[in-house]
């Protein structure tokens, strides 16, 4: 339960807020919180007060599922303002992470001592689309100095113990108890008749900052992660706080934080907080089902997924054993993921000590019974059945019981991989997102007879990888993927209507996409899909969609890998090619299509939709649990902005189901079948429902 449990230890007094697991400061914590502090100031026996944390956080700042219904009075600002007000000095013992609402608690105390370390300190409350609306972009400049709190509130980051002392956050950092390290602080300072220091009674001087220290902040923020909103309102409250009083300041602050609260972006970017730590509860597995124990791993194949894959699990800790066929490619790969731990040290990314722990855990090998020793085994071959299969066939005869054996398949179907080896109860699929060591996405893809624990086993591996693992059925492309089909298919149809892939690619761009379609095909290779194309029976719609696509491919424009492909490049950097226009133009006159200008507006919303009502019939189908894990797999995986929420959530709350409905339903008049729409939505839209409580998750 919220609340917080007060400790009288001689004349003073702790305080530790208690709401398990990360103390957030729902309710019961701040009304608790403000009584403590009332009733210490009454008592004369006390003189002086300590606040800490229960557990491993001191707090991980306001109760983000509090927002949706309304902050109870009291608030925290008024908490804070209250506890920052004691005639008697309140001591900050910061025993882990102190975060947003939980930092700005620390902030209201008149010293802070920090756990060196555990301890954890940021004011995240831009990634959820919000500032620091309880003080934080007041007090906190005017104890660290504007620039560094600037970057501290813009960026959203977390920052030790140490750059808390180096920044004059941290009054003291305590080696050992910091709460006992705290009580002696506090009882030093009464000793020393060191009494009260409320931050909100500095004032910051203009003539302190550089001029253009805002302006150059705005100039500078780029396509931000919170959206278009978020870090410029940080900006401007912290520009609040030169020259002008707390209490002036502080007003401008909640009118910023109103306007932010209210907005969509905020409240699609808390919806992908709980999407993302919702994936993990899988429906039919309760604590019951324990992980296998995992503490070495083997990866089969060294080209760019498995060097990816080696390095997102050698990064995390694990030793490594890595299978190739032949020498040179296996020395190729291992070179490459030596490669990149080196460039992470030299970029100042990783210490050379962990570096070279790291590269100890790497072994390279020839022979498939290197791999009998291994707990985790993940395929990482040639997309193609009979490649796979092989390679299962051999793994079964080697991999020790027990083992869960992973294909990093993209498309294919798991349980054929899983019935070529006698027990297809440890066989799942886990697909990563290229680059693997970076991408935050793992689709744990759940066969007809994966065991529980087996699944149980990938999406704890997940974690521990620092991946967000969300389980999806067999299907052809599982669940991104299959998405990205239609998606894609829609592009082809619009770059023969008209719209050039550059035209394409900035619209979706300037939506928030990370990146365009074109640009994307281009980076994955056109060749990927060119030969998925050949080995799939396809539709005669597709094939005709498809057809200027299928000629770049031959023309062997297989994209940046081949220095052209939608566009030419130079080096990385896209240049529109008239040549492709033409090609589709040609097409598009074969075809007796119109050509016409489109609009921006239209091209993101039938992008959109094309993924939303294949979304919808994953969830349908039950491949998808919920229609978050959806949105989810978009948003760390495929580039799509978590403050646009995801594809589901825009189609729900942004567009409305009704209204997608009638949409969908002028489009497949328009353009036929490959616009049919989900029944699901129709379902939806036709009784209110809401996709949110529609999968079986
Ligand atoms: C704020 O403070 C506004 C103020 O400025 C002004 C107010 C007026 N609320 O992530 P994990 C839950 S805004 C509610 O799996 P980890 C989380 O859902 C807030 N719940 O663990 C999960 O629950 P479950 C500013 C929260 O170790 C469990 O705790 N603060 C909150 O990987 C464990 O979380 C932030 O934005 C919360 N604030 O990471 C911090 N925080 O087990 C957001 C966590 O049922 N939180 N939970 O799924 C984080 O960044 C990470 O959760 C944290 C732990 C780093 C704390």
């Known amino acids: 339960m919220a609340k917080v449990d007060v400790e009288a230890l001689g004349d003073v007094v702790v305080v530790r807020l208690s709401n398990p697991p990360v103390n957030a400061l729902a309710h019961g914590v701040r009304t608790g919180l403000q009584a403590a502090v009332r009733a210490a100031n009454a008592n004369p026996a006390i003189k002086a007060i300590v606040v800490t944390g229960q557990g491993r956080a001191f707090s991980a700042g306001a109760d983000i599922a509090e927002f949706a219904a309304g902050l109870k009075q009291p608030g925290l600002p008024e908490v804070i303002d209250e506890l920052e007000a004691s005639a008697k000095p309140v001591v900050a013992a910061v025993n882990g992470l102190a975060l947003g609402g939980g930092l700005e608690v620390a902030l209201g105390c008149h010293y802070r001592v920090i756990d060196r370390s555990v301890a954890q300190l940021g004011l995240p409350e831009v990634k959820i689309g919000i500032l620091p609306g309880a003080g934080g972009t007041q007090r906190l400049p005017r104890l660290i100095g504007v620039e560094a709190a ?33 009580v002696a602080y506090a009882r030093e300072l009464v000793a020393a008749g060191k009494g009260a220091r409320p931050l909100s009674a500095k004032r910051i001087e203009p003539s302190s900052i550089p001029s253009d220290l805002f302006d150059k902040g705005l100039a500078t923020l780029g396509k931000h992660p919170s959206g278009p909103m978020a870090a410029k309102h940080c900006i401007a409250a912290v520009e609040a706080a030169v020259g002008s009083d707390y209490r002036s300041g502080v007003a401008r602050e909640a009118a910023l934080f109103a306007e932010l609260a209210a907005s969509p972006y905020a409240k699609a970017l808390q919806y992908a907080f709980f999407a993302e730590r919702k994936a993990a509860d899988i429906p039919d597995i309760g604590k019951d089902v324990r992980p296998r124990a995992v503490e070495t791993i083997g990866v089969v194949g060294a080209g760019t997924m498995g060097v990816g894959i080696s390095l997102a699990f050698l990064q995390a ?104 080896t006698g027990r297809p109860e440890d066989v799942l699929g886990t697909h990563f997102f290229s680059p693997a060591n970076i991408m935050r996405l793992l689709e744990v893809v759940r066969g007809a007879k994966t065991a529980k624990d087996t699944l149980a086993t990938a999406m704890a591996v997940a974690k521990r990888i620092n991946k967000v693992g969300v389980v999806a059925g067999v299907c052809f492309g599982f669940i991104g993927n299959r998405m990205v089909e239609a998606y894609l298919e829609e592009v082809q149809a619009m770059l023969l209507e008209g719209a050039t892939p550059a035209e394409i690619d900035g619209a979706l761009e300037a939506w928030g996409l990370a990146m365009g379609p074109n640009a994307m095909m281009d980076l994955a290779g056109i060749d990927v899909g060119y030969l998925i194309r050949r080995e799939h029976p396809l539709s005669e719609e597709r094939r005709r969609l498809y057809r200027v696509t299928d000629k770049i491919s031959e023309l062997g424009r297989h994209g940046q890998k081949t220095g052209a492909g939608y566009y030419t490049y130079d080096g990385r950097t896209r240049i529109p090619d008239h040549a492709i226009v033409a090609m589709f133009e040609e097409e598009a006159r074969a075809q007796k299509i119109n050509r016409r200008t489109l609009a921006p507006e239209e091209i993101v919303e039938r ?5 939303a009502n294949e979304g919808a019939q994953l969830l349908d189908e039950g491949i998808a649990l ?21 594809p589901m959530w825009q189609i729900e709350n ?43 998750g």
């Open 607 to 611: 992008c959109l939709l094309r993924l």
């Open 150 to 182: 600037l970057d501290m509130i813009v960026s959203g980051n977390f920052i030790n113990a140490a750059a808390a002392e180096k920044n004059g956050l941290a009054d003291r950092v305590a080696e050992g108890n910091v709460v006992e390290a705290a």
């Open 317 to 420: 800790g694990f030793p490594v054993t890595v299978v190739e066929m032949k020498p040179e490619a296996l020395e190729r790969g291992l070179g490459r993921i030596r490669e990149t731990i080196a460039s992470n040290v030299k970029r100042g990314r990783m210490a050379q000590d962990k570096a070279d722990k790291l590269l100890s855990g790497l072994t390279g090998s020839l022979d498939f019974n290197d791999l009998r020793n291994a707990d985790f085994i993940v395929e990482a071959v040639f997309e193609k059945m009979s490649v796979k299969q092989d390679v299962f066939r051999k793994l079964d005869a080697v991999a020790k019981k027990g083992a869960v054996l992973a294909s990093n398949t993209s498309t294919l179907d798991v349980d054929q991989i899983a019935a070529v």
């Open 654 to 696: 942004a567009i409305g189901l009704e209204e997608t409905a009638a949409k969908v339903r002028a489009y497949e008049t328009k353009y036929g079948p490959r616009w049919k729409l989900a029944p699901l939505i129709e379902k939806c839209a036709r009784e209110r429902g809401s996709l949110a409580t529609a999968g079986k």
């Open 626 to 646: 919920r229609a978050s894990d959806i949105d989810t797999i978009y948003l760390t995986g495929y580039g799509f902005p978590a403050w646009r929420g995801g």
